[in-house]
């Protein structure tokens, strides 16, 4: 009887192994994607294991439960100072800060298990903004966050795009302005809370308008353009 023949009617049974020394089950939880959830997404790249489902093999040095604050668990083949400075030039040099959905996804994922640490080890905020108002530094400005509005301005040799071109200004878009804003209840001179300005007859600004009473204010929107003037009190 033939080799095959042999299989045929004689089929080894299922491997059961006689010792077990550990089972592990997944959590159970399966993500439902759609196709425009995935649009510009890194799904495509066979290296990226973001959308695997259950039961697919490891791709990344992401994917295993080490402690990497312990460089005896990772580092074998150089030094750990090597590796925190190639973990820093990874991130701070190669992070897309300007790239798409896709771009940002495919960096993530293509870091290393302790590069993906340092980067999880970054201080992040996502609370709120205090600013003094018009006591300090200076009685006349306070303190306030300055956008340089120019594609490419601050950093143009890690900048995707450096055509120096406007990013907030809308021109002929709609615009949004979404915030939270907390007054002290005091009386409060004119202050500037949100302005685009382009020289010093165009512009769009939220301010605070002067109040003696400790307990209300006005908010001014005010849109100046060279060939109008709008203004809406709040």
């Known amino acids: 009887m033939s080799f095959k023949r042999v299989l045929e009617f004689d089929r080894p049974r299922l491997f059961s192994p006689a010792f077990t020394r550990r089972a592990i089950e997944g959590d159970g939880i399966v ?10 997404s890194n799904n495509a790249n066979t ?11 490891i791709r990344s040095t992401q994917q295993i439960p080490v402690d990497f604050s ?31 959905r ?9 870091l290393t298990g302790f590069e993906k640490w340092v980067l999880d080890s970054f201080p ?25 509005d120019f594609a490419g301005y ?5 900048s995707k795009k450096r055509t120096g071109d406007n ?9 949004s302005i979404e915030m939270q804003l907390y007054l002290p209840g005091q009386t409060n001179d004119n202050q500037v809370v949100w302005q685009k300005v382009s020289g010093s007859d165009q512009g769009i600004t939220l301010a605070v308008s002067h109040s003696n009473s400790a307990a209300s204010c006005s908010m001014v929107f005010a849109v100046i353009s060279e060939r109008s ?6």
Do not use: Q
Request: proline content about 6%; glycine content about 6%; aromatic content about 14%.
């Open 154 to 158: 601050l950093f143009p040799n890690i």
């Open 70 to 100: 312990r460089f005896e668990n990772h580092v074998f083949f150089n030094s750990a100072e090597v590796a925190v400075n190639v973990a820093f030039d990874s991130i701070i040099n190669g992070y897309p800060f300007d790239g798409t």
């Open 31 to 40: 993500l439902r994607k759609n196709a425009s959830e995935l649009v510009d």
């Open 102 to 110: 896709k771009e940002v996804e495919s960096f993530l994922d293509s």
């Open 124 to 148: 992040t905020n996502v609370g709120y903004l205090n600013f003094s108002g018009s006591s300090s530094p200076s009685p006349s400005e306070g303190t306030y966050i300055e956008v340089k």
């Open 229 to 234: 003037v709008g203004c809406d009190v709040i």
């Open 167 to 175: 990013v907030i200004d809308p021109v002929l878009k709609p615009i």
């Open 47 to 57: 290296a990226s294991f973001r959308y695997d489902s259950n039961f697919v093999g």
